[in-house]
């Protein structure tokens, strides 16, 4: 065997490993026994120092030295700039630091858990604590050795790689304005009228199946079930998602789904050439998000499939207080204010992750400190959206993400609206007859267009390479800012 050979079959080895972790995530948050958390942590340790050990092995390093990335196909050149760069990352991080990360954020989250069902934020305080005070560590160990200008950049790299805050900030900075102008004008204008009624939580799980069907969610290789914050896991021939149930609004469930479904269906479509590689799962959390984004909004709230799912409503749960396709498309697509960033509507979803975006990167950069962030996040609260927040659960304890140190995750949200804006535009461009298809719940021309274009390469190409590839343009924020404004004056009539 070759040394690229061993250094594959090693690879594969890894990656297999890292599944299992990934399915020791997923039980927690589905059907884990509450009173297990403090073993769990345990097994995440332990789980991690083998990962960690193998990412690390001087052997890994002998093979990457004696391989030549110019003599190999596409597919080995793109597995070695990510295995090179995942060691060169991975040899920074003591083994001792690794394993701590993993066993603290995994008693974070039931701690967190518990503080946002009792609204007690200092009750999670001197956890969280711990949990900056190990990712810092973890960023300037990260650091060392490149040009990432701060702490915050370095942590970015693990979910964007080639991103930066002072991208992102620039970026972001030509949404705001545009976003707040759209909503001013939205919120002077009559509402549409919203669903009324209970619905039932088993009928509801019940139509995600069959619109996760109809996204192209293959059940032979997943399945849906429910947890306190949707998510989508695993990769290839074992992808999971999971929603949540509210008997007074079903659309949470219905989206929800319909978002954790992009996810799974970009790892499902990945080629199986690349299984259990580095290249057979999605390239960036970004890229990621187009695909769950696109899949949620300009597809399944768009008017055409919208008409479909009003059938599907209607026959499933029968009156719903609206009485036709236009009004429940409307409905559909209310902009109104709210707490809850998984809930908001696409004017708005986005202010939300720039608050995020901007506190955390005062937290990890060191200049604002955890017992000051309810404060803080209040503050910008009120100030971005024009309403004080009532309770800390709808506040800064209302995502997983930072209990679980995901620090750099949150701006990949609106990275990946950014994204699903430009490939909404392209596939439109190719694809002028898809109302025709979505109207009868038929998406297939859609996602065989993203599994063509972009899913079916998985990290072939670096993040932005691959939006590039598939639009055939450079990622602007512009698409993305047309196609709302176009939408919602449509909706409203301005």
Not at 68 to 92: V, W
Not at 186 to 195: H, N, R, V
Not at 202 to 227: C, S, V
Request: proline letters at 4%; glycine letters at 8%; hydrophobic letters at 40%.
């Amino acid at each position: 065997m070759s040394a690229f050979d061993d250094l594959l079959a090693y690879v594969r080895t890894t990656e297999a490993l890292g599944q299992i972790a990934g399915r020791l995530s997923w039980d927690q948050e589905t059907v884990m026994p509450r009173g297990a958390a403090e073993q769990r942590g345990e097994e995440f340790a332990a789980i991690e120092s083998v990962l960690h050990a193998r990412r690390v092995d001087p052997q890994l390093g002998a093979w990457l030295s004696e391989i030549d990335d110019a003599a190999l196909d596409p597919f080995a050149q793109a597995l070695m700039r990510h295995t090179r760069r995942s060691y060169a990352r991975n040899t920074k991080v003591p083994a001792d630091l690794a394993a701590e990360l993993a066993r603290v954020t995994s008693v974070a989250q039931g701690i967190w858990a518990e503080a946002r069902a009792r609204d007690d934020f200092a009750h999670f305080a001197p956890t969280f604590e711990e949990v900056v005070k190990l990712r810092r560590e973890e960023a300037a160990a990260l650091k060392e050795g490149t040009d990432h200008v701060d702490l915050w950049d370095a942590l970015h790299q693990d979910y964007e790689p080639g991103s930066s805050g002072a991208e992102l900030e620039a970026m972001f900075g030509a949404l705001r304005p545009r976003l707040v102008a759209l909503r001013d004008k939205i919120m002077g204008a009559d509402q549409p009228k919203g669903l009324t009624g209970t619905y039932d939580e088993d009928k509801q799980m019940a139509l995600t199946g069959i619109l996760a069907g109809a996204f192209g969610y293959d059940f032979d290789h997943g399945r849906i079930d429910k947890a306190v914050h949707p998510f989508s896991s695993g990769s290839g021939l074992d992808t999971r998602i999971t929603t949540r149930t509210n008997p007074e609004d079903p659309l949470n469930s219905i989206y929800s789904t319909i978002h954790e479904t992009g996810h799974a269906c970009y790892e499902q479509n990945i080629s199986r050439d690349y299984l259990l590689t580095p290249l057979g799962a999605g390239v960036s959390m970004g890229v990621h998000e187009s695909q769950s984004r696109i899949y949620e909004n300009q597809l399944g709230r768009s008017r055409a499939f919208t008409e479909y799912l009003f059938g599907q409503m209607r026959d499933m749960f029968g009156e719903i207080g609206i009485d036709s396709a236009e009004g429940f498309y409307a409905a559909i697509n209310r902009v109104t204010p709210g707490y809850i960033r998984t809930e908001a509507d696409e004017v708005q979803y986005n202010l939300h992750v720039l608050l995020r975006f901007d506190l955390e990167r005062e937290i990890i950069n060191g200049s604002l400190d955890i017992e000051d962030l309810p404060e803080a996040w209040d503050t910008r609260f009120e100030a971005d959206f024009g309403v004080k927040v009532d309770k800390i659960s709808n506040g800064c304890l209302q995502d997983v993400h930072w209990p679980t140190g995901l620090f750099g995750y949150f701006p990949t949200y609106s990275l990946g609206n950014v994204y699903a804006g430009c490939l909404h535009k392209a596939l439109r461009a190719d694809l002028p007859d898809l109302d025709a298809q979505l109207v009868k719940g038929d998406t297939s021309g859609a996602t065989g267009w993203l599994k063509e274009n972009l899913q079916q390469f998985g990290g072939l190409r670096e993040p932005r390479d691959t939006i590039v590839h598939a639009c055939g343009f450079e990622p602007s924020e512009v698409p993305l800012l047309d196609y709302l404004e176009e939408k919602f004056a449509g909706i409203y009539g301005f």
